[in-house]
């Protein structure tokens, strides 16, 4: 089945990474632009561990009665990455709070407006 | 002790840095990070010094060889971005020792001073590091501890400017990071000597070069280039003062060697000026960038700090506009311009802080005529303003005499022109705020007495800086030629 | 949500059994999946879930916010700590060979040190950001 | 996994942030079905689980519940479709999925898998990595992570709520 998926699935991962990106972009509510932001980070992993791949490999866990393992360098590098990742958001979740505590809102119209008027 | 420099450039921060948050003492974490920062410092110009005699010194981290384990690799190009890094760190922490307390709130100095080494831990990771995967993650680490120090400062508008930073910084990252990924997927290395080596026989594959683009649109972002550097003049302008001079000096200079190694040692100059023909559409790149930053700076005439902030941009700017022509010289004055773009542009920042610092009240303008009250931060204000309008007999001068020199070589008289009109747009607005400082008389806003030695002394010391390195040009020249020559590796557009 | 009687008798027995998880995740990771970070969110969340079922002020009084912060901060001294021992013992930075007899043993040892300094500090993050969050 | 997507275009912003956990969910069956059992491990506690939780806490905390639909940006879609055309055009010389002869299984990554346990002993080849031949990327992970732990208590720290007047414009 593997064999017919060829680099079809890198074409979804591709898509759901533009959505994400999209959201980021053009959404002007901070919390989405933050969703987008996870949506288009964890597109990103999951084109590493989709390269990582061996047909027919196991998890790299070592042991006597399997040859093939997938590739664990991407896996290490994305457990990084998501750490990462989910420190970025709780960052930006934690400013949201703080905007939201001076300005009343978290929609970035209404903020332009607001510091426009000071 | 010798042997172990390269990691303890970044191991001294990282360890501070704990320390620091387990007492939760203000004066201890500022004490913490200026030994640090020192230290550093000294670990730098001692990696500089072994370079110049011996050539690139690599370290094995875990002592695993290197395209297994990580490797950190330290030559002339970023042992000199080390040196600039942790002495503008150790510069700046007097000045922001004397100004945090008006604009961080009291309880939360010692984590300013932590994601202050944070950052420094981060920026410095990123320079000595010759593993790809390695730079995103303490690029990470540099920018989580930016957009902390910016949000820090008690205004509003602050905060919206971190966010706004944390989402481009973060896409720009993760553009880093994807690029990084298909690289990765048809090299199989990670370790940048190893990548450069297996990089010229995947060239052609669809893969190296759509990564190869990633990452020069993430490191865009990142030093902000125009057109993604809509973080930059938010950020600079409401940041505290000391953070704005710290990053003004750092960050973006991090970035912009970001671009020269990964477009130099590890795509090499054939394949991205050859093959890829990235060089004009980066040098028509920077040289909008100037033009927009002039404008935008001279369109701002009051707000001095937004100005500095926009006139950053236009310097950033000239630095790809370097970088893009891919010849020796116009390369060098790049380099060379993004050292004297740290000296000189955080002098501005800190003499601006030291008299907003002295000024009786926020909203009125603390630079009228405050020549007459606050000589010395003026004339330190004055010189490093010269100095980035390229006047000769400062540091900006030679850097901008290398661009325009070598822009018009590389035949690109248009841009080198640009160079040089926005150099004069420079000269207005700098000079329109000389203007008011010198002949205006002191007013109800302006300062009365000079600030204190932490704030005037680190002023003194860049504007020694930016004269000495306009003078005595010999040394900083052929470091830089050097450099230059060695990243071109003999490429001849 | 302090008077559910059936959640809180649940949550005391469940409580001890995911620290016990968080434990095993910690020390299993040489063999199966699992490490510092996991076991850090996993502990973390046995935490986590004490303070919504008991109160975030009787949490605070168990792990108090300072042993948190500090707790943070240890961990990454931990990690980089054995760093320094590898290199105060004549190795290069986080050489783990170094830190015993054999080879084999001194790698067991460091990753066992360094997989603790990663969960100490997860765990400590994680709490600190729910307790910066819940206040 | 493409229809969840199509639901965080709506309003509530409750339903988006569940929405994005199960995405994390999601993701992390599709690291398990691609062998990567630590990375969905992970996926699934911090993706969805931590997250998530952060993201409901914040919109307790704002109270706010929905936001204005996505609006049409001529900027966003440009800069999408750019991105994705260059991603689509790399897809065609990359080697198939799950090929066992692709560059990347050829170079470092064999000795992770043949010596790591005679040079380490530690059956888990991805915990050999993490904490032994990447260990310095952890490390720098784990200051990353303290980092955000540092950045948080400076934003949402005790005395938040104090009264601070809003600076002006100087």
Known sequence: M??????????????????????????????KKIIGLNLFQGSVFILYISMGKVEGGTAPILASDFTSYSNPLPHVLILTAIVVGVATTALGLALIVRIHDRYGTVEEDAIQNLDREV | ???????????????????????????????????????????????????????????????????????????????????????????VLPFAAASVSDEVAPDRTYLFYTCWMLCLCGLLGITVTGDAFNVFVFLEVSSLSTYVLVSLSQRREALVAAFRYLIMGTVGATFILIGIGLIYMMTGTLNMADMAERIQATSHLRPVQAGIAFILVGIAVKMALFPVHMWLPGAYTHAPMAVTAFLAATATKVAVYLLVRF????????????????????????????????????????????????????????????IGTGMVLAFAGALLHLVNHAIMKSALFMALGAARKQGRDDTLDPLAGAGRRMPITMTCFSIAGASLVGIPLTAGFLSKWYLVVGTFERGWWALAILTII????????????????????????????????????????LAVANLYFGIETEFTATVTLEAARELLGGWKP | MGHHYVLRVVSALLIPVILLFALYVQFHGDFGPGGGFQAGVIFAAALVLNALVFGLENTKRVVSPSAVRIGAALGLLLYAGVGVATMLLGGDFLAYSVLAATAIGGQHLGILLVELGVGITVTSVMVSLFYNFAS | MVSAIAILRMPGLFTAAMISGIYSLVAAVVFLVMDAVDV??????????????????????????????????????LVVLVAGAALVFATFDMPAFGEPLAPIHMHVAPRYLLESMAEIGVPNAVTSVLASYRGYDTMGEVTVIFTAGVGVLALLGRGRRAPTEDVKDS
């Open chain 1, 2 to 31: 593997v064999e017919q998926i060829g680099v079809f699935n890198y074409w979804i991962v591709i898509a759901l990474m533009m959505t994400g990106l999209y959201v980021v972009i053009s959404c002007r509510n901070m919390v």
């Open chain 2, 1 to 91: 002790m010798e042997a172990h420099l390269p990691v303890l450039v970044v191991l001294g921060p990282l360890m501070a840095a704990p320390l620091a948050v387990m007492f939760a003492n203000a004066r201890l974490a500022w004490w913490l990070a200026f030994l640090v920062s020192i230290a550093c410092a000294w670990f730098a110009v001692n990696l500089l010094l072994l370079v110049q005699d011996g050539g690139a010194i690599s370290y094995e981290l875990g002592q695993w060889p290197a395209p297994w384990g990580i490797e950190l690799k330290v030559d002339r190009l970023n042992a000199i971005v080390l040196t600039l890094v942790s002495a503008m760190s150790a510069i």
């Open chain 2, 263 to 322: 477009t130099f040692t590890i795509f090499g100059a054939e394949l991205i000026f050859g093959t890829m023909q990235v060089g004009m559409p980066l040098a028509l790149l920077g040289g909008a960038a100037a033009l927009v930053g002039s404008l935008m700076a001279l369109s701002h005439g009051t707000d001095v700090k937004r100005v500095l902030a926009y006139s950053s941009l236009a310097q950033i700017g000239y630095m790809a506009v370097g």
């Open chain 2, 422 to 461: 926005t150099s004069l747009m420079a000269a207005l607005y700098m000079g329109r705020i000389l203007e008011r400082i010198w002949m205006h008389e002191p007013d109800a806003g302006t300062p009365t007495s000079e600030g204190s030695w932490l704030m005037w002394l680190p002023l003194v010391v």
């Open chain 4, 40 to 77: 969905a491990f992970t996926e699934a506690a911090v993706g969805a689980g931590v997250a998530t939780i952060l993201m409901l806490a914040t919109l307790a905390h704002t109270g706010v519940r929905r936001s204005q639909p996505v609006p049409f940006s001529w900027i966003g879609l």
